[in-house]
C-alpha cells in the first residue's frame, strides 16, 4: 500500500524494551501505515511480547530518521487536524489540566522543581507554573527545541535539558516529573522509568498519561484505533505493564485510572475513513479533529460515562511517588 509520501524508510529490528524476549515468537496485534501524516510509505505492526505481553513496534524507524516521521507533526503544524483551536485547548487547560494537576500540586512547596518530559513548546510547563499555589523552577526536555521555542523558553527561566533523558546528566532532584503521552514514544521506557526514579527527590511525584490497550475503543476500531499511531508510538502499555515499570524502578503507585480521551475517538474514526490529519478536509467528515466543541464534548461524555462503569478509555493515568526513608520527607 502506498500512502502518497514517495519515502520508503529502512526499519530496525528490535527485541522487546521491557524483558528483551525476540519478536520473533511473539503475535501481532495491530497492522497499519502512516494514514496521519503520512511520513512514510511503510508498513508497520506491533507485536505482543510472548516473555512479557508487551505492545511494541517489531521494526521501527532508525534514530536517523526520526525526524522525518515527525515531519509537519501535530506540535508544530498548526494546519493540522490535530491542532486545538483557542477554545478547545482553552477548556483543556482550565478545566481538564487543572483538575489532573490536583494530585501534582499537592506536593509542590516554595522553590521545587518541576520536569516535563517531552514538554514541546513548553505550553504545558508554563501553565503548571501558572497555577501552582508556590513559586517553582521549571525545567523542560525535549529531543530539541527549535531556535524559537529555546529562546522563548529561556526567557521565562525554564531549564532546557535537550535530548533523550535517560542520557540526561543533572544533580537536579525533582518533586514533580510530568509526562502526557510521551512513554510511547521513547526507545526505552525501562531507562527512562528508571532515570525518573533515581532524579525524583524523595517524596516526589511522578505524574504520566499514556494510551491504554484495554480501551474498548481499541476493539472497536482495531489497526484504525487512534492511538496506534503509526510508526511514532514505539510502545503501547497495558496497566499491568506500565505499572510493573514504575514498581521495579523503586516508585510506589498512588493512583491508576483512567482519563478522559476523547480526541482518541475522533483520531478513530478518522484513520477509518483514511483521512489524514496534516489539513482540514473540506468536507462534513472534517467535525473529527481536535476544535470541533460538538464531537469533542460527545465523546468526552462517552469516556465519562465508561469511567463511571469502571471501563478504561484510551488513555490512562499513573501517579506514583518515591518513597521517603523512614516515612519523613
Known sequence: MSIGSGIVLELEPVSCAVCGTDPASSKTVFEGHDIEFRTCDNAFSFVECAGCG????????KEKDIDKIYANY??????????????????????????????????????????EIGAG??????????????PIELYAN??????????????????????????????????????????EHVIDPKAVFQWMSDHLAPGGVLYFETPDTAAPARYVFKDNWGMTHFPRHFHLFSR????????????????HTA??????????????MKMDALTRHHSVFEIFNYSNV????????????????????????????????????
Open 259 to 272: 482519563t478522559t480521551s476523547a480526541p482518541a475517538w475522533n483520531m478513530s474514526i478518522r484513520n477509518s
Open 74 to 115: 501535530l506540535t508544530q503544524n498548526k494546519d493540522s487536524a490535530y491542532h486545538p483551536s483557542g477554545l478547545v485547548a482553552w477548556v483543556k487547560r482550565n478545566v481538564f489540566d487543572k483538575q489532573r494537576m490536583k494530585h501534582v500540586l499537592r506536593n509542590l512547596h516554595d522553590r521545587s522543581k518541576v520536569l
Open 121 to 134: 513548546s513548553g505550553r504545558q510547563l508554563e501553565y503548571f507554573g501558572e497555577i501552582s499555589p508556590c
Open 54 to 61: 508487551h505492545w511494541y513496534l517489531a521494526l521501527r524507524p
Open 142 to 183: 525535549d529531543i530539541c527545541f527549535d531556535d524559537a521555542t529555546r529562546k522563548a523558553l529561556r526567557s521565562k527561566d525554564i531549564r532546557l535539558f535537550e535530548g533523550a533523558i535517560e542520557n540526561v546528566e543533572t544533580e537536579a532532584r525533582f518533586d514533580a516529573i510530568i509526562g502526557i503521552h510521551v512513554i
Open 240 to 255: 499491568e505493564t506500565l505499572a510493573a515499570l514504575a514498581r521495579r524502578s523503586g516508585l510506589e503507585i498512588v493512583r
Open 294 to 329: 460538538l464531537t469533542l464534548s460527545f465523546f468526552t461524555g462517552v469516556d465519562l460515562f465508561l469511567m463511571l462503569l469502571g471501563f478504561p478509555t484510551s488513555t490512562q493515568q499513573l501517579i506514583a511517588r518515591k518513597p521517603v526513608m523512614g516515612g519523613k520527607r
